[in-house]
C-alpha cells in the first residue's frame, strides 16, 4: 500500500511563497505519474502540477510560471514550489500518485494553504 504524506502547507501573505512536499512510503521511481491537486471550498478538486516517473512535467494554465513540480527520487520526495501566491490559491492540496501497471491511484490527506493579509 502507498501512503502518501503532504507538509509545507500554512498561513501566507499574497505575493509569498510555499514550498509542498509529499512523502512517498515507497521509491517513487515505482510510480508513473505523481501530481499535486487542489480543492478550493465549493469547488470541484482540480489539477495542479504532475511529473512522471522521466520527470515530464505539466501544470495547469493557472499556475503556470508560479508554481513548480520536482521530485527526489533518492527520498522519494515530490515538491511543489509555489511563488508568487495569490488570495485563489487558497485551497486543500493533495498529493496523488498513479501506477499504470496495476491502475492504482493513491492520495494523500492534503495540507492546507491559506493566502491572506
Known amino acids: 500500500q502507498v501512503q502518501l504524506v503532504e507538509s509545507g502547507g500554512g498561513l501566507v501573505q499574497p505575493g509569498g511563497s510555499l514550498r509542498l512536499s509529499c512523502a512517498a512510503s515507497?521509491?517513487?521511481?515505482?510510480?508513473?505519474?505523481m501530481g499535486w491537486y487542489r480543492q478550493a471550498p465549493g469547488k470541484e478538486r482540480e489539477l495542479v502540477a504532475a511529473?512522471?516517473?522521466?520527470?515530464?512535467?505539466n501544470s495547469a494554465s493557472s499556475v503556470k510560471g508560479r508554481f513548480t513540480i520536482s521530485r527526489d527520487n533518492a527520498k522519494n520526495t515530490v515538491y511543489l514550489q509555489i511563488n508568487s501566491l495569490k488570495p485563489e490559491d487558497t485551497a486543500d492540496y493533495y498529493c496523488?500518485?498513479?501506477?499504470?501497471?496495476?491502475?492504482?491511484?493513491?492520495w494523500g490527506e492534503g495540507t492546507q494553504v491559506t493566502v491572506s493579509s
Open positions: 496523488h500518485a498513479y501506477i499504470a501497471p496495476i491502475r492504482e491511484h493513491h
Open positions: 515507497v521509491s517513487i521511481i515505482s510510480i508513473n505519474a
Open positions: 511529473i512522471t516517473s522521466l520527470g515530464i512535467t
